[in-house]
C-alpha cells in the first residue's frame, strides 16, 4: 500500500481487485513473501513517517503508523519464530520494547464499534523495572449486538488513561511487558485480585486482534 500512494479505501479495493492469485507451491510463496517485503522496505526508506498513507487504523493514516505497526509484529512474529524452534530468542531492544506496549494500549486494545456499550472494570498501573516507562491502563469490556448481524458481543478492552488510582500493579521488564501485552510470554509480576484481576486476564487472554 505504501509503494502504490494509496491513501483511501478505494485504493485498496482496487489493489485487491487486481492482485493475482495466492500461489500454491512453497517456493512460490516464498519468492512472493520475499518481493513484497523488498518492496515494503524499499517504500520505508523512501518516504517520511508523517506522509499520508492508508492504514486499517482510521485515527492515523501516515506511514509513521505502518512502520511502527510492521516492527512490532515482525519483533513478534521473529519470537514466535525462535519458540516454534525452540532456539533461545534474542532480547528486543528496549524502544521497540516500549513502543509495542504503546501500540498495545494506544491501537489493538482500544478498538470497539460505534453501536457498543462500553464499561470500566479496572484501572492497571504497568511499569518496568528497568527502564523509566510506565503505563496507566483503564480494562474493562464492551457488549452489544451488531446492527447489521444481530450477533452479540461481549468483547475486553483497554485504553490509556492520564490519572487515577490503579485496582492492579503489574511490573516486570519492558521486554517481558511487551512479550506479556502481546501473549509471548507472562513473566510479570501482578499485585491485586477479584474483578479488576479478572478482567485483566481477560484482556490477555484475548489477545491482539
Same mark, same amino acid.
Not at 491513501?7 to 485498496?12: H, I, K, L, N, S
Given at each position: 500500500m505504501?509503494?502504490?500512494?494509496?491513501?483511501?479505501?478505494?485504493? +485498496?479495493?482496487?489493489?485487491?481487485?487486481?492482485? !493475482? !492469485?495466492?500461489?500454491t507451491?512453497?517456493?512460490? +510463496?516464498?519468492?512472493?513473501?520475499?518481493?513484497?517485503?523488498? =518492496?515494503?522496505?524499499?517504500?520505508?526508506?523512501r518516504?517520511?513517517?508523517?506522509?499520508? =498513507?492508508?492504514?486499517?487504523?482510521?485515527?492515523?493514516?501516515?506511514?509513521?503508523?505502518?512502520?511502527?505497526?510492521?516492527?512490532?509484529?515482525?519483533?513478534?512474529?521473529?519470537?514466535?519464530?525462535?519458540?516454534?524452534?525452540?532456539?533461545?530468542?534474542?532480547?528486543?531492544?528496549?524502544? +521497540?520494547?516500549a /513502543?509495542?506496549?504503546?501500540?498495545? +494500549?494506544?491501537?489493538? #486494545?482500544?478498538?470497539?464499534?460505534?453501536?457498543a456499550?462500553?464499561?470500566?472494570?479496572?484501572?492497571?498501573?504497568?511499569?518496568?523495572?528497568?527502564?523509566?516507562?510506565?503505563?496507566?491502563?483503564?480494562?474493562?469490556?464492551?457488549?452489544?449486538? /451488531?446492527?447489521?448481524?444481530?450477533?452479540?458481543?461481549?468483547?475486553?478492552?483497554?485504553? =490509556?488513561?492520564?490519572?487515577?488510582?490503579?485496582?492492579?500493579?503489574?511490573?516486570?521488564?519492558?521486554?517481558?511487558?511487551? =512479550?506479556?501485552? #502481546?501473549?509471548? /510470554?507472562?513473566?510479570?509480576?501482578?499485585?491485586?485480585?477479584?474483578?479488576?484481576?479478572?478482567?485483566?486476564?481477560a484482556?490477555?487472554?484475548?489477545?491482539?486482534?
Amino acid at each position: 500500500m505504501l509503494s502504490e500512494d494509496v491513501r483511501d479505501d478505494a485504493g +485498496v479495493a482496487e489493489i485487491d481487485a487486481t492482485k !493475482p !492469485p495466492r500461489p500454491t507451491e512453497t517456493l512460490d +510463496v516464498l519468492a512472493l513473501c520475499a518481493d513484497a517485503t523488498d =518492496r515494503l522496505l524499499d517504500a520505508l526508506e523512501r518516504l517520511d513517517d508523517n506522509e499520508v =498513507r492508508w492504514s486499517w487504523w482510521s485515527a492515523d493514516q501516515t506511514v509513521g503508523f505502518t512502520r511502527r505497526m510492521q516492527t512490532f509484529e515482525a519483533t513478534m512474529h521473529r519470537i514466535d519464530a525462535e519458540i516454534t524452534a525452540g532456539v533461545a530468542s534474542n532480547p528486543m531492544a528496549p524502544g +521497540v520494547a516500549a /513502543g509495542a506496549v504503546d501500540h498495545a +494500549v494506544d491501537v489493538m #486494545w482500544g478498538w470497539m464499534p460505534e453501536w457498543a456499550t462500553y464499561e470500566r472494570s479496572a484501572l492497571v498501573d504497568a511499569r518496568a523495572t528497568d527502564t523509566a516507562d510506565h503505563w496507566l491502563i483503564e480494562v474493562g469490556r464492551w457488549f452489544g449486538t /451488531g446492527p447489521e448481524s444481530g450477533n452479540e458481543f461481549d468483547e475486553p478492552r483497554a485504553v =490509556r488513561v492520564s490519572t487515577g488510582d490503579a485496582d492492579i500493579h503489574v511490573s516486570a521488564t519492558v521486554e517481558q511487558l511487551a =512479550r506479556w501485552a #502481546w501473549t509471548r /510470554g507472562r513473566v510479570v509480576e501482578v499485585d491485586g485480585d477479584g474483578s479488576g484481576q479478572r478482567a485483566l486476564d481477560a484482556l490477555i487472554s484475548a489477545g491482539m486482534q
